[in-house]
């Protein structure tokens, strides 16, 4: 009998501790009723932010985010917690925020293989799950080139791979990447064909570059300064609207006549469905978090370009990334699904 | 070399201060940490130190960080030797004839063994990077994409030796883990494969998962089906069986030397460094013996060799990242994080530009080597000792040990589902008489394999003959392939003279 009694207790008990314990947007009283729409003065946030950050920690994504979001808590007024989510490419960690709670208090930080995930593969979430919220950097890539090659700049490159198409071999850091992608756009833009060969990451691509085993990267400036320097990889061009301030003396693509600007960015997004007062509220802090010389100074540090935009310039700036991925998909039979 | 001996020494003198030292010591005890628990790796334990690095002089969190990745590879071997279950790739070879030697009662030997083999070999890899660099560096830059390939053949070569018992068998292994390593997306095509819809398969199946399900939870399956109790060395553990004899000792020692240098050697190279050292070190360690029937019974130089290899393959993986910049694995991609925070971009300048940090960082190596020891030996009776536990109660500790370091991964529950099927996979095999290693080397290899390939098909435009025209891969095929003919003929030799004899008896 009392062992009965003992039994139920400890189901009951185990119950309860479960759906306390149950992750998840917390079923806390709802602080407001039905919201009319007027602009009154919302309760936002009263807790702690999440931003997903669908990577291992320690990356460029990381960094970024960290530095950003640290120091973004004073203007949000409440502290931002960092989750890391990653697996599928990106796809898990961008997959949980496009089900989260439209509520404010689930972000995602991604790249652009948010794009390109929705687009050419088989994935959970579709482009209008979200809402681009903030960019909070933007690189712009460089196409460098290695010493043994027989061009030094990109007129006689471009002349070598006109001659000989499908021989000019352009390293990436894996197919349907934002690199790869970047590459295509580029021997779009000049008319040629390159040979695009997938490594397994940066690294593994940069180094058979090094070693003289391809011919071409596009790649993060940041980590090839010390080479440039050095002279051991030649920069050709680099692919933004203005010089790079990390490489003063290359030439940008447009200046040589080549009209392509391809830069992965680096943003905040939020699931679609949140109130656009919410939006501005976190909209605002990051503004000022970037606006702040202490944010400024440690992203150039880190090497990370200060280049932030708002919620609608940002928006524009992801829909752009989607016509031009959706053009170069049909060109070059990219889908997956 | 006087102005090494120079640099070295003022080296010593950023690495010994105390904060350095205490950062040091943290480093290296969270590395051993995360190295005995299966599954979790040294990048966690990275990453979560990372942000607490952000206040300090670059010096110290690089010597905390750095500290955690070599010293992960000190504690990976003694969950293999206790129980055998490898705590990561590289731990693998060395459950073969650690955990055996383990059930023989010599496991405090093998864990000595393992320490010692990983201090000295840690060291010598050091003393290479320190010296040999940028040479060396500039060097494994010649390795491209058709060079691996042969890497990669050789490995699949090797693979048939790894098992004591038939080729064919330890063949047919291979294939399955190759097959189980196509599952995920395609490096080429960007495509999924085996996939079945599941998001989180598209990154295909870690590798831990696989060895601690074919290992680990497969020998838990096992014992408890054996009807009669295995019993695991129950009897008290003297105090000088707990560390090598003499001949234990004088049969590790050129393993070590070998392994040491072969582990940096692989180190250099993108790729799975560490696990691939290993198994070409238990290669050869079975190859240049004189009782290679030992092996796979619990013969030391099967854990000497493989321990010490993945040591210095550390050394060697940070040898291009320090020398050239370059990150071959996501251990040392970490380590490059770690200096871009603080403002320091390595590259080909790094060396020159930032000595103090460059030969700090060597120093504390040094100075971490030795903590690591004395860390690690001690504690071997006490690790030993859990062997004393009694079956019923080992046997689910090592499986919540398992599950927990499987989730600890990703995060992810189909880990845990994946483990277990492993498991049974393993477990099945394992009755039917099959070795499960070539299969865990078999996942390893294969997306190598095929990756490697078709990289060095699309640079030579599909010619076949493209990996023979350069000459390290012409070299390294050239060799393979006429060591295929040498055996090939050997057996029709053999055939041929069986049948004369049986033929010169009847008639």
């Known amino acids: 009998m009392f ?237 933004s609207d203005k010089r790079n301030p990390l490489l003063p003396d290359v030439p940008t693509a447009k200046e040589q006549g080549i009209d392509v600007v391809m830069g992965p960015w680096r943003g905040l997004f939020l699931p679609a469905g949140t109130p656009p007062e919410i939006v501005k509220i976190l909209e605002t802090a990051f503004l000022k978090s970037l606006q702040d010389p202490d944010t400024q100074k440690q992203l150039t540090e880190a090497a990370i370009p200060v280049d932030y935009a708002g919620s609608e310039e940002f928006a524009k700036i992801v829909k752009g990334f989607e016509q031009s991925y959706t053009a170069l998909a049909q060109k070059y039979n990219l889908v997956t699904k | 070399m006087t102005d090494v001996l120079h640099l070295l020494l003022n080296g010593f003198a950023v690495a010994l201060t105390p904060g350095n030292l205490l950062a040091c010591f943290v480093g290296v005890l969270m590395g051993t940490i995360t190295g005995i628990l299966p599954g979790l790796g040294p990048i966690g334990a990275m990453a979560l130190l990372m942000s607490a690095t952000y206040g300090m002089p670059t010096s110290t969190a690089l010597i905390m960080i750095a500290g955690i990745y070599y010293g992960a590879y000190y504690g990976g071997s003694t969950t293999s030797i206790l129980m055998n279950l490898p705590g990561e790739a590289a731990s693998v070879m060395t459950c073969l004839d650690g955990y055996q030697m383990a059930r023989k009662g010599r496991a405090g030997a093998a864990l000595a063994i393992a320490a010692i083999g990983s201090f000295l070999a840690g060291t010598v890899g050091l003393v290479l990077l320190m010296l040999f ?31 004591g018992k038939s080729a064919l068998e330890a063949t047919l292994m291979s294939l399955v883990g190759m097959a189980i390593g196509t599952i995920g ?216 040990i398992t599950l927990t370091g499987a989730y600890a991964i990703n995060l992810q529950l189909l880990d845990l589902a994946l483990v277990m099927i492993m498991g049974v996979v393993g477990f099945f095999l394992r009755r039917a008489g099959l070795d499960v290693a070539p299969l865990a080397v078999g996942v390893v290899i294969g997306p190598m394999l095929e990756s490697t390939w078709r990289q060095t098909m699309m640079m030579g435009n599909g010619s076949l003959l493209y990996p023979l025209e350069r000459p390290i891969s012409g070299a390294i095929l050239g060799v393979l392939g006429l060591a295929v003919v040498v055996m090939m003929a050997r057996k029709v030799i053999a055939y041929m003279k069986g049948r004369r004899e049986a033929a010169g008896q009847v008639g």
């Open chain 2, 185 to 400: 997306t395609d490096v080429v095509s960007g495509s999924s494969r085996f996939t079945l819809g599941i998001t989180e398969l598209t990154t295909g199946i870690d590798f831990p998962l696989v060895a601690m399900g074919a290992f680990g939870v497969a020998e838990v399956l096992s014992v408890i089906t054996e009807k009669t109790q295995d019993a695991v060395q129950l009897q008290s553990v003297r105090f000088r069986d707990l560390y090598p004899n003499k001949e234990e000792m004088r049969r590790s020692a050129m393993p070590i030397v070998r392994g040491s240098f072969l582990g940096f050697l692989v180190g250099l190279m993108p790729g799975p460094a560490a696990s691939l050292s290993s198994f070409f070190s238990y290669a050869l360690e079975k190859k240049v013996s004189k009782h290679p029937e030992e092996f796979g019974t619990g013969a030391v130089e099967g854990v000497a060799g493989p321990e010490s290899a993945n040591n210095a393959a550390t050394a060697g993986a940070m040898t291009p990242l320090l020398a050239l910049g370059l990150a071959f694995s996501p251990g040392t991609a970490m380590l490059m994080s770690g200096l871009m925070i603080h403002g320091v971009t390595p590259g080909p300048l790094f060396i020159k530009d930032h000595a103090p940090l460059f030969w700090g960082l060597i120093a504390s190596m040094y100075v971490g080597n030795v903590l690591l020891l004395v860390l690690n030996l001690p504690l071997v009776g006490v690790f030993a000792s859990i062997l004393k536990t009694p079956v019923n109660i080992l046997m689910p500790l090592i499986l919540v």
């Open chain 2, 133 to 163: 660099s940028p040479p060396l560096a500039k060097a494994a830059l010649s390795f491209g994409p058709p060079e691996y390939f042969g890497l990669a053949v050789l490995g699949l070569f090797l693979l048939s030796n790894i098992s």
């Open chain 1, 3 to 239: 062992k009965r009694v003992f039994a139920a207790g400890i189901a009951a008990s185990l119950v309860l501790t479960l759906t306390a314990c149950s992750t998840g947007a917390p079923s806390t009283s709802a602080k407001q009723p039905a919201q009319p729409t007027q602009e009154k003065k919302i309760d936002f946030p009263t807790k702690s932010v999440t931003i997903i950050v669908p990577l291992n920690p320690g990356g460029a994504m990381d960094t970024t985010t960290r530095i950003i979001a640290k120091n973004a808590e004073k203007y949000l007024g409440q502290s931002i917690v960092l989750d890391y989510k990653p697996g599928g490419g990106s796809a898990i960690g961008q997959a949980q925020v496009a089900k989260a709670r439209p509520d404010g208090y689930t972000l995602l930080a991604s790249g652009p293989s948010l794009v390109s995930n929705y687009l050419l593969k088989k994935v959970d979430f579709k482009g209008d799950s979200f809402i681009p919220l903030f960019k909070m950097t933007q690189d712009t890539d460089v196409i460098v080139g290695q010493p043994k090659a027989p061009y030094n700049n990109l007129k006689t490159m471009i002349e070598q791979a006109k001659q000989n198409p499908g021989k000019v071999r352009v390293g990436n850091s894996g197919t349907l990447g934002s690199d790869h992608l970047s590459s295509l756009a580029f021997q779009d833009a000049a008319g040629i064909q390159l040979n695009h060969i997938p490594f397994d990451g940066a690294g593994p691509a940069r180094a058979a570059l090094l070693g003289g085993h391809i011919e071409l990267m596009d790649a993060n400036p940041a980590e090839l300064v010390e080479h440039i320097k050095q002279g051991t990889l030649v920069p050709l061009a680099v692919l």
